[in-house]
C-alpha cells in the first residue's frame, strides 16, 4: 500500500498473525516518516523482540510505557531485555509491574514470564521468591525437569531442599 494509513494496518495485521518479519519494515517506514503513537512503538518493539533484537525494542517498549500505557505485555518484553543485558534490578521492576498490570494465563503468558522473574530473584539472591515463581511457572504450565535441569540461572537452587519438590510438579503435570 502507498498511504501511511494502509502500510500501518497492514502492519498491525502481519503482527496479529505473527508474521513480523513482513510487519517489521512497514513499521519502521512509518517511525521514520514521523509516527509516533504507542502503538506503532509497541507493534515495532515486538517485531524487534520476536525478531530476536530485543535492546533495540527497548527504547520503542519504553514509550508505550511513558505514553501512560500499563501494558503487561510490554513490561515484561522490557524484563526480558534487561535480563538479557544482565541488568537483575531492571528484570525484577519491570516483570512485577507486569504481574501488578496482569498477565494472561497459561505457558506463553504468565508462565514464561513467572520463569523469568524467578531467575532474577535468584541473580538479585532472593531464594524463597524465585522458588514461589518457579512454582507459579510450572502451575501455568511453562517449564519441564529438563529445562530445570538446563537453566543456568537456577544453578544456585538446586542444592536447596525445595529443589526435588519443583522436580516432582514438573514430572506429575508431564502428559501421559
Known amino acids: 500500500p502507498r ?5 500501518l494496518r497492514a502492519a498491525s495485521c502481519y503482527v496479529r498473525g505473527e ?3 513482513q510487519a517489521e519494515p512497514l513499521l519502521r517506514e512509518a517511525l521514520d516518516a514521523g509516527a509516533d503513537d504507542p ?3 509497541r507493534d515495532f518493539g515486538r517485531c524487534l523482540v520476536a525478531l530476536g533484537r530485543e535492546q533495540g525494542a527497548v527504547p520503542h517498549l519504553e514509550r508505550v510505557v511513558a505514553a501512560g500505557i500499563e501494558d503487561s505485555y510490554v513490561m515484561a518484553m522490557l ?10 534490578d531492571g528484570g525484577v521492576r519491570w516483570y512485577e509491574r507486569a504481574f501488578a498490570a496482569g498477565l494472561q ?20 539472591g ?39 519438590e519443583l522436580e516432582q510438579i514438573a514430572d506429575a503435570r508431564r502428559p501421559q
Do not use: Q
Open 79 to 88: 524484563g526480558h531485555a534487561a535480563l538479557l543485558r544482565s541488568d537483575a
Open 19 to 21: 508474521r513480523y518479519a
Open 126 to 164: 532472593r531464594t524463597d521468591d524465585a522458588f514461589a515463581k518457579l512454582r507459579e511457572a510450572l502451575a501455568h504450565g511453562f517449564g519441564s525437569r529438563a529445562e530445570l535441569a538446563a537453566d543456568s540461572d537456577l544453578a544456585p537452587l538446586r542444592t536447596d531442599s525445595r529443589w526435588t
Open 3 to 7: 498511504s501511511t494509513e494502509l502500510r
Open 39 to 41: 502503538g506503532v512503538h
Open 105 to 124: 494465563p497459561g505457558p506463553a503468558g504468565h508462565g514464561i514470564a513467572a520463569w523469568n522473574l524467578a531467575c532474577a530473584y535468584v541473580r538479585k
